[in-house]
């Protein structure tokens, strides 16, 4: 079993949005990192759903011959 999507989408936003509060010091510079990565902590989710309905449409299985 893998590392759960909400897992991976949560670190990719707070992470960079922490580090960016620590370097700078500056609450200004981590809200748009968050708004920004939120973006791509979004597509994660998508990409997820996309490839789970792929699997799902093709049964799970893949017949050979």
């Known amino acids: ?3 759960p999507v909400s897992l991976v989408q949560g670190t990719v936003v707070l992470l960079p949005t ?13 809200i ?5 990565m939120s973006f791509v902590a979004a597509r ?4 997820h759903e ?3 309905r792929k ?3 093709d049964g ?3 017949n050979e011959g």
């Open 60 to 62: 799970g299985q893949h």
């Open 1 to 3: 079993m893998g590392i």
């Open 44 to 47: 994660i989710g998508k990409a």
């Open 55 to 57: 699997t799902d449409e």
């Open 18 to 30: 922490y580090i960016v509060a620590y370097l700078t010091d500056k609450m200004v510079y981590t």
């Open 32 to 36: 748009p990192m968050l708004a920004a």
């Open 50 to 52: 996309d490839e789970r």
